[in-house]
């Protein structure tokens, strides 16, 4: 549990995990008004339970959720890589896949593989970092640029809708920052200094400078240097 879980509310906790909120809002905004009642809906790569952050908000919209992960688990209904899933040619109505892009070894296969289980018209959710850490090692191989990712649809015959950037130049450099509360975390500093450390970045780099950086990233209309992209494509009609 975080410093700022315990100090701010929930909403402001939210709004100030930059790495996850961009993501959760294009979810929100972009995917969750399309889910209704008697549709089926895969999140491939989901990750286990705890890791599945808006699990109750997508259940909450009636749609059938399935998720899917490489790694069995708690919240895991398929056990399966996302190169290879284990479904039918045209099953999902809309496949949700949140930045899960970078840990695969093939990403066009990947997002071929979710063109394929999606019904024709059916819609494609994704996101992934254009900027980031290494994280989750060694299963961390690449990170993506919109015009790549465009590529990548183009050839899995997805048409885009939109294109979202996950914040500009001040929201990134708010992630960068807060990044070294985990190289305090893993230095060989003596207890006390590192604790030190840490509180006062968690307090600086995690709070105060997040809160003008994220107030100065609105000027940031054409973001070039951002943490990631959030990208929804749908499968053409069979009639279109």
Known sequence: MSLGSHLLS???????????WYVHQFIRTQAMPLMKPGMLVLDAGSGHEHEQYLRKELLATGATLHTCDFSPGPGVDFAADVSALPFADATYDLVLSTQVLEHVQDPKKVVS??????????????TTPQSSPLHNLPWNYFNFT???????FDAAGLKILR????????ALLAYQLHWTVNF?????????VKKLSMLFCQ??????????????DRLDSEPLNTQGWCIHGVKPSSDA
């Open 203 to 216: 307090m600086f780099f995690g709070f105060f400078a997040k809160v003008v950086l994220l107030w100065l």
């Open 113 to 126: 593989e979710m063109a394929r289980v999606l019904k024709p018209g059916g819609h494609l959710f994704l």
């Open 10 to 20: 929930p909403r402001l906790h939210e709004r100030l995990q930059v790495e996850r």
């Open 163 to 170: 294109e979202m950037p996950q914040g500009g130049h001040f």
């Open 184 to 192: 305090f975390r893993q230095s060989s500093l003596p207890g006390l």
């Open 146 to 152: 919109n015009l790549g990712l465009r590529l990548l």
